[in-house]
């Protein structure tokens, strides 16, 4: 990790190895009693099909570090290059469109569409990518996920494990290149935690996807290939 490197320009391609190249990046808002600053500074760089945990406290920065690298916040300076796209140089929709076609999430509230059935949740981004064997590869991936019985369920009659389990499915149904985890077993008790760790980490290496999670649990971060430590809105280290 280096925390001065200069910011590359949207068309210098990343080593063949680089999946995510964050440089530089700060976060800051405006507030009544001064301008609150997030994220400091912030470079590193992830190589693909690593797994990186992304640890501090709460209020370090955590989660805005991740809704930036997934482009769903925007820095208030620096660069950051997914799979050698600059994100901040894509507008709205063109940042839509490269999370349409690299990236997963796994978030702790699960994020199901209450309306739709398992089998329709894991679906959805196929169809919304224009997959004709949409169908097919959702129960495909929900029986890879112990849930083959349960394609037809709905949210509300799914146990919190179950709800994981479907959006694990979704999130790697597309065989996304990068997955972005905030907190996947937050809601969950300790064994049922365990089992969708298990889970994902077993998916992760099937599919060799790069996987970056935010969390606070101690023991989850010492099984990532290397942890990302913030503390007040700067990396201090990035190590295994």
């Known amino acids: 990790m280096s925390s001065s490197l200069p910011t590359e320009p949207s068309n210098t391609p ?22 609150l600053h997030i994220l400091r500074d912030i470079s ?17 920065g955590k989660s805005s570090l991740l809704a930036i690298m997934a482009g769903l916040d925007v820095p208030t300076s620096g660069t950051v ?27 702790q509230n699960f994020q199901l569409m209450p309306n739709l059935t398992a089998l329709e949740n894991v679906m959805l981004p196929l169809e919304l990518a224009g997959r004709a064997d949409a169908r097919d590869a959702a129960r495909a991936m929900l029986e890879r996920v112990g849930l083959g019985e349960r394609l037809n369920a709905y ?14 499915a979704r999130a790697f149904v597309q065989r996304p290149k990068l ?3 905030d907190e996947p077993t937050g809601s969950l008790d300790a064994a049922t935690g365990e089992r969708i760790l298990q889970l994902l980490f077993a998916l992760n290496r099937e599919q060799g996807t790069t996987l970056v999670l935010v969390t606070h649990d101690a023991g989850l971060a010492q ?14 280290g990035l190590h295994p």
């Not at 590193?44 to 370090?60: C, K, M, N, Y």
């Open 179 to 181: 997955l972005l985890a």
């Open 81 to 107: 290059l997914v799979d050698g796209a600059d994100l901040f140089a894509l507008d709205e929709d063109g940042r839509a469109a490269l999370r349409g076609q690299t990236m997963g999430f796994v978030f």
């Open 14 to 35: 990343l080593a063949a190895d680089t999946i995510v190249s964050v440089r530089n990046v700060s976060k800051s808002v405006e507030q009544a009693d001064g301008t």
């Open 44 to 60: 590193f760089d992830l190589e693909r099909g690593s797994v990186t945990a992304i640890v501090g406290a709460s209020g370090s």
């Open 155 to 168: 949210p509300r009659v799914l146990s919190g494990g179950e709800q994981q389990r479907v959006a694990l």
């Open 223 to 236: 099984g990532c290939q290397q942890q990302l430590v913030i503390v007040n809105g700067r990396v201090v």
